[in-house]
């Protein structure tokens, strides 16, 4: 899933959820549950590969969704700060995944194996692009009416 997906769904739970403990693991879960479903990533072979100086568009990518995802937090919410944290806390795995291809180590390498290969189990298999990239979009409209309820 790209990253406004789950950003948006942390900033959902952060408002939904009157505990903030209990928010601040559902964001944290949330992640798992929505790369669960089909979806389409960007490409990010040159940072998986460590290839810095040909990456630039990818991380002009990466930045650019994350962006996305937190403008329309700002303009979808009471902008409270315990709502960026879980939002934050939503795309911890992700940070792990990448924090693992720039300084690997074994329980980093631990997450990483469970996150690509148990949680994203969908990755290879035969789902039309389309389905995978409607997921992505149904999934931000749905939590962005959520927001506003």
């Known amino acids: 899933m ?3 997906p789950h950003l948006l ?7 939904k959820v009157q505990n903030p403990v209990l928010a601040i693991i559902l ?5 798992y549950l929505l790369d669960f479903i089909p979806h389409i990533e960007y490409n990010i072979k040159n940072i998986k590969e460590r290839q810095w100086h040909k990456a630039g568009p990818e991380i002009r990518n990466v930045l650019f969704d994350f962006l996305a995802g937190v403008l329309l937090i700002f303009f979808s919410t009471d902008n409270t700060l315990f709502v960026y944290i879980c939002a ?8 792990l ?3 693992n291809i720039a300084l690997p180590n074994k329980i980093l390498e ?11 189990f969908l990755k ?3 789902i ?5 990239v409607s997921s992505q979009i149904i999934t931000i409209i749905i939590l962005l009416i959520l927001l506003k309820f």
Do not use: C, E
């Open 2 to 4: 790209i990253l406004a």
């Open 9 to 15: 769904l942390g900033a959902t739970i952060a408002l």
């Open 27 to 31: 964001a944290l879960l949330s992640h």
């Open 88 to 95: 934050f806390v939503a795309l911890i795995p992700d940070f």
């Open 97 to 99: 995944t990448f924090l």
């Open 110 to 120: 631990l997450h990483s194996a469970i996150h690509q290969k148990k949680i994203h």
């Open 124 to 126: 290879n298999k035969k």
């Open 128 to 132: 039309s692009k389309f389905w995978r």
